[in-house]
């Protein structure tokens, strides 16, 4: 097929190279445009799908919006039979929507009709659900409120956000190429509304451990928010990334360290933080970051 694909971060990635492998003929990638970043946060860096893309030699176009007419006209000449969309960034207007032959599909991280929005990974993991999954789904003007064509589940069970995103994404590569096949024998099912929850996005407001919280649900929140932007709390008024624990046996007051192996009561049960960082430092598993400067028992994390 003729496909125009919009995505941008690395979670679109595997969907684009897997189009290409699929022998589609991909006609433009569109993506954010390139941004200030790298060591000194200065130097203009390009979308992962904008790497990849130049290396595919597909032609690239970043506009910072699709409201005009002539961007929208620019596009309609491409004569696309689908638009393929996975994690793109911006809004797509109904002009945009129509001007593919099969109109536009987009790759969705979650179980449709839940966790529509910005974070689904994040709020899916957050919640506690055991399970996730990615949904194909026909845009519409709506905000991820389209028919769904095709989805694809996986057990949450101790992943980060890291670890699964990197699942959905090639799922989802390999969902929206098994619905190429034949788009047009696929049965779309409409949402129920009723059903719906929203994934806002992600505030760094968030990251803050509130250790009153019961054991698991600290553990959920800590792996929802892994890498990036990291759970955190502060000892001896330095910040401590926590980035992966476990459920752990004890009781105490809530934040503080029960025992030799840092294990940290919490307002039901504890934890047992496995990966840590401290600020300006690599992460480390947590007996090397034990050896390094200790948290000892007593300790209190606010």
């Known amino acids: 097929m003729r496909i125009i694909f919009m995505g941008s971060p690395e979670f ?6 897997a189009l290409v492998d ?3 003929e991909v006609v433009c990638v569109y993506t954010q ?14 979308t992962p799908v904008h790497q990849l893309a130049e290396h595919l030699s597909i032609e690239v176009r970043h506009p910072t919006s699709l409201k005009s007419a002539e961007e929208q006209e620019k596009f309609a000449s491409l004569q696309a039979d689908v638009g393929v969309i996975a994690a793109y960034g911006l809004i797509l207007p109904q002009a945009v929507l129509d001007a593919p032959k099969h109109g536009c599909l ?9 966790w529509r929005g910005a974070a689904p990974i994040h709020r899916s993991i957050m919640a506690g659900d055991e399970v996730t999954g990615v949904t194909i789904m026909q845009m519409e003007a709506g905000l991820d409120t389209g028919p769904m064509l095709a989805t694809v589940r996986t057990p949450v069970e101790d992943k980060t ?4 995103t990197e699942e959905l994404a090639e799922l989802g590569a390999q969902l929206m190429v098994g619905t190429l096949i034949d788009p047009d024998a696929l049965h779309a099912v409409e949402q129920d509304d009723s059903e719906a929850t929203y994934a806002k996005k992600i505030d760094k407001a968030e990251a803050r451990i509130d250790f009153s919280r019961p054991a698991e649900e600290v553990v959920h929140h800590i792996h929802g928010l892994s890498p990036f932007p990291g759970a955190w709390s502060e000892v001896n008024g330095a910040r401590v990334k926590i980035l992966r624990a476990e459920v752990s046996e004890g009781a105490g007051e809530a934040g503080s360290v029960i025992d030799d192996d840092l294990t940290i009561a919490c ?7 496995l990966r840590l960082q401290r600020a300006g430092k690599p992460a480390m598993d947590r007996t090397e970051f034990q050896r390094g400067n200790a948290i000892e028992k007593g300790a209190t994390l606010s």
């Open 33 to 46: 445009p390139p941004r200030p970043g790298g060591r000194r946060g200065k130097e203009l860096t390009k």
């Open 12 to 17: 679109a990635v595997p969907t684009l190279q």
């Open 267 to 273: 307002g039901d049960g504890a934890i047992r933080p």
């Open 106 to 114: 987009n790759v969705h991280a979650s179980l449709l009709p839940h």
């Open 22 to 24: 699929a022998a589609h």
């Open 161 to 164: 956000t890291g670890e699964l």
